[in-house]
């Protein structure tokens, strides 16, 4: 049963414009996420974060927000640039079990259109 | 320099065989985890350890193996290669004196034939 859900595999956006990317979850206990960023041929590297105490994070033209009681989080990047252009990971963590591990999202591809 | 490399990138084998990939750090990190990618399923964890003496099971580690014989290097052996064994073979590494963050290496690509 999948905890961690990115329902749209793909989402294509204009330059400039703003693109969203959707996550939920159902495990009420995960209480830090995380997105990444992967380009073909590459491993995934880190994008932004978020506690559960906290309902924004914001750095740059990305910012992640958290709604709890939906178990929903969302990614923003404004504006879109064509670099953008890769397959976004949504994933999450108990940190409370002490496991460290990351239960991550199928993915949505992101393509920026010029 | 990669702060974590794996090797080898790209890899193709017969069903039966053993393949060992290996994964180095120069991060100086004690967690470490090998987790796999196939098409449409994100990334799914194998194995992962807190240091030399920790190693613990994830959520598909049938048909896997891992030995981490120093604190940079954690290897993953299939001992029977089979092709729904076919995927990308991601390594991470975290910082136990750190965030949830993991950082990841570039990769194996393993084809089983």
């Known amino acids: 049963d999948q905890q961690v859900k990115q329902n749209s595999p793909s989402l294509s956006v204009q330059e400039g414009r703003i693109s969203i990317l959707n996550c939920d979850y159902t495990?009420?206990?995960?209480?830090?996420f995380l997105w990444y960023k992967k380009y073909p041929a590459e491993g995934p590297t880190f994008l932004i974060s978020i506690s559960s105490i906290k309902d924004k994070n914001e750095d740059g033209r990305f910012t992640v927000f958290l709604n709890k009681s939906a178990k929903h989080l969302s990614l923003h990047i404004v504006p879109s640039q064509p670099g953008d252009s890769a397959v976004y990971f949504c994933?999450?963590?108990?940190?409370?079990?002490?496991?460290?591990?990351?239960?991550f999202g199928k993915g949505t591809k992101l393509s920026v259109i010029p | 320099d990669a702060d974590v490399t794996q090797t080898p990138r790209n890899r193709i084998t017969k069903t039966g065989k053993r393949i060992m990939l290996e994964c180095s750090q120069t991060k100086g990190h004690d967690r470490m985890y090998w987790y796999r990618q196939d098409p449409g399923l994100g990334l799914r964890l194998i194995y992962y350890?807190?240091?030399?003496?920790?190693?613990n099971k994830g959520e598909i580690s049938d048909g896997y193996s891992v030995s981490r014989q120093a604190q940079a290097k954690f290897s993953l052996s299939l001992e029977s290669a089979i092709p729904n064994q076919t995927a990308l073979y991601f390594c991470?590494?975290?910082?136990?004196?750190?965030?949830?963050?993991?950082?990841f290496g570039p990769g194996t690509r393993l084809t089983v034939l």
């Open positions: 994933a999450a963590s108990d940190s409370g079990a002490g496991s460290y591990q990351l239960t």
């Open positions: 495990n009420s206990m995960f209480d830090y």
């Open positions: 350890s807190f240091d030399v003496k920790d190693i």
């Open positions: 991470a590494t975290s910082d136990l004196r750190g965030t949830e963050e993991q950082f």
